[in-house]
């Protein structure tokens, strides 16, 4: 197979928070192995929050063609 290249672009992906409805969470512990859990917490109202196989903030490389 030959290599092919493509453009793509950077967007970042945020969670806000469920309780405040203004911070973002943020990664707070490193991911359980086990189970995927990694515990996120508010920035503005320190509101715990554990996400499974998902970190926050990310980065993900889309196509010029793809939606968000
Ligand atoms: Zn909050």
Redesign the pocket.
């Known amino acids: 197979m030959p290599e092919i290249k493509r453009e793509v672009r950077p967007v970042e992906v945020n969670y806000v928070?469920d309780?405040?409805g203004?911070?973002m969470m943020a990664r707070c512990a490193d991911m359980d192995p086990g189970t995927g859990a990694i515990e996120h917490r508010?920035l503005?109202?320190d509101?715990r929050q554990t996400f499974h196989w998902r970190e926050y903030p990310r980065i993900v490389h889309i196509g010029p063609d793809e939606s968000i």
């Open positions: 928070c309780a405040c203004k911070g508010c503005i109202c509101h």
